[in-house]
């Protein structure tokens, strides 16, 4: 599977992004789909993610409702709709897929193919 991450950029505290992970070599059909990002001087850490189960989402707690993980099978990506960012989700955003990841799915350790990341930053 590749993937290729897209949409970071700059944005005001506030603001919203939208961002693609675009996947090729492989239908994205029961796969699980993860976000995940990394702050400057941080440790990886997951954001949101779709089962490949059963499409149960869910999220860690810093982003839970203003974040929204999706997939379109027919486009064979993934999204990650980003609103009233703050300054504190400032990192590269990272997507992964692995076929069969069951709920919780938050654990990168499940993931074994990685897009190559976007930056975000969050600043007026």
């Known amino acids: 599977v590749q993937l290729q991450a897209s949409g970071g950029g700059l944005v005001e505290p506030g603001g919203r992004l939208r961002l693609s992970c675009a996947a090729s070599?492989?239908?994205?059909?029961?796969?699980?789909i993860g976000w995940f990002r990394q702050a400057p001087g941080k440790e990886r850490e997951a954001v949101a993610c779709?089962?490949?189960?059963?499409?149960?989402?869910n999220y860690v707690r810093s982003v839970q409702g203003r974040f929204t993980i999706s997939r379109d099978l027919a486009k064979n990506t993934a999204y990650l709709e980003m609103f009233g960012l703050n300054p504190e989700d400032t990192a590269v955003y990272y997507c992964?897929?692995?076929?069969?990841?069951?709920?919780?799915?938050?654990?990168?350790?499940?993931?074994?193919?990685w897009g190559q990341g976007t930056q975000v930053t969050v600043s007026s």
């Open positions: 779709i089962s490949g189960a059963d499409d149960t989402t």
């Open positions: 992964a897929a692995e076929k069969y990841v069951s709920p919780p799915c938050l654990d990168m350790d499940e993931y074994t193919n």
């Open positions: 070599g492989v239908s994205l059909l029961n796969h699980g």
